[in-house]
């Protein structure tokens, strides 16, 4: 009797649970990193929604040709969201974290584009991109170095001319981003 | 006795006229009066009215101000957003690029 409570028990778990559906504005949900923030020794915790992007875009100096680079970005976003831990001395994350970020990143929808893990450096940075049609709805960055924590989740439409159009501004590099057809 | 009495009652009693000057003096009175409140209930209202824009000046400053230090933050994150993104971008592109040199 209590083999087959248990069995109902996991099997609802698991239907409560569900799969690893992608969320299709390219938002993803990011891991309570409460701990890490406290462990660092500089945090910077950025969660922008359309409405405060909206804010920041009307600050945005026109005439300043950095900031009037961010703007045309920034009109189609719907989020931004950075968390980003640097410490004083080498840390691994949490698995289950890295974990919760990666199965949402490899659920159908998100591509990554690129995976480069150095075993001299000890870094590892993935970065995905949620295609719909032809157009990049979002873009997320997962960066594990010795030192630091970085996880980037850029929500909408990211205009991808617009970014190549930004490289070489605020240090974003040339990744030879061609123009979609 | 009675007639006398009488006669003392009607003489007391009878109407009569103030005077031309007093009637005017208590006409003149009455207008003055009502002149002194109005102009009182206008300076209350004034005043009302002006410790209520004072008041609405105020707290439209005081929104707008936070408005503006909300957005000049928003601002300040975004940028410093974009300069991590861009960051970790570049250390995936020098990745890949070490990577093609080998």
Excluded: C
């Amino acid at each position: 009797m209590n083999t087959r409570i248990s069995k109902l028990l996991a099997i609802a778990t698991l239907l409560a649970a569900g799969p690893v559906w992608a969320d299709p504005s390219g938002k993803i949900r990011l891991p309570d990193l409460a701990a890490l923030e406290a462990r660092a020794s500089e945090t910077v915790e950025v969660t922008l929604d359309a409405a405060l992007l909206g804010m920041a875009s009307r600050f945005l100096d026109a005439k300043n040709p950095e900031e009037a680079g961010v703007r045309e970005i920034v009109n189609g976003l719907q989020g931004v969201y950075v968390r980003s831990y640097t410490f004083d001395e080498p840390f691994t994350p949490q698995k289950a974290d890295v974990d919760m970020v990666r199965s949402q990143l490899t659920a159908p929808g998100w591509s990554r584009i690129v995976g480069a893990r150095s075993r001299k450096d000890n870094t590892n940075v993935e970065v995905y991109i949620m295609l719909s049609g032809q157009q990049a709805m979002g873009l997320a960055v997962l960066a594990i170095e010795p030192k630091e924590f970085t996880i980037v989740n850029i929500v909408g439409a990211i205009d991808l001319d617009r970014l190549h159009r930004l490289e070489g501004q605020l240090g974003v590099p040339k990744l030879g981003i061609a123009k979609q057809p | 006795m009675t007639e006398e009495l009488e006669k003392e009652l009607r003489r007391s009693l009878r109407v009569d006229d103030p005077g031309e000057l007093f009637t005017r003096r208590v006409m003149q009175r009455l207008p003055h009066e009502h002149r002194v409140a109005s102009r009182r209930w206008l300076t209350w209202s004034a005043g009302l009215a002006a410790s209520l824009l004072l008041v609405f000046g105020i707290r439209q400053q005081v929104l707008e101000q936070r408005e503006q230090a909300a957005g000049l933050r928003a601002k300040q994150e975004l940028l410093e957003a974009l300069r991590v993104t861009s960051g970790k971008l570049d250390l995936a592109y020098q990745a890949v690029d070490k990577e093609n040199e080998t």
